[in-house]
């Protein structure tokens, strides 16, 4: 099993910076794939970023140039900075880790982008 821990929502004005942080409770590069998902309301959750123990990464295409996914093994950390924030950014943001056959997930972070 892994349990995720996330943290780093909150309001921004467009234009802004945040860093959202997933505590995982093992080895981040032990797991399958580690990323980054949101949810608007009303909408399906949707990947945003994410990466393979293999070593690739892949990134939505509406947040390439803006949003950078990082890994910090020593800290069991996963990062996901985020620049030049748009209103269509604002969602609940879940940290996902695929290990072995299963998926888990974060309680969410609300991420707001908004003047």
């Known amino acids: 099993q892994v349990q995720l821990v996330e943290s780093g929502g909150g309001l921004v004005q467009p234009g802004g910076s945040l860093r959202l942080s997933c505590v995982a409770s093992?080895?981040?590069?032990?797991?399958?794939?580690m990323g980054w998902y949101r949810q608007a309301p009303g909408k399906q959750r949707e990947l945003v970023a994410r990466?393979?123990?293999?070593?690739?990464?892949n990134y939505a295409d509406s947040v390439k140039g803006r949003f950078t996914i990082s890994g910090d093994n020593a800290k069991n950390t996963v990062y996901l900075q985020m620049n030049s924030l748009k209103p269509e950014d604002t969602a609940v943001y879940y940290c996902?880790?695929?290990?072995?056959?299963?998926?888990?997930w974060g309680q969410g972070t609300q991420v707001t982008v908004s003047s």
């Open positions: 996902n880790a695929h290990y072995w056959m299963y998926d888990y």
């Open positions: 093992r080895t981040i590069f032990s797991i399958n794939a």
């Open positions: 990466f393979t123990s293999g070593g690739s990464t």
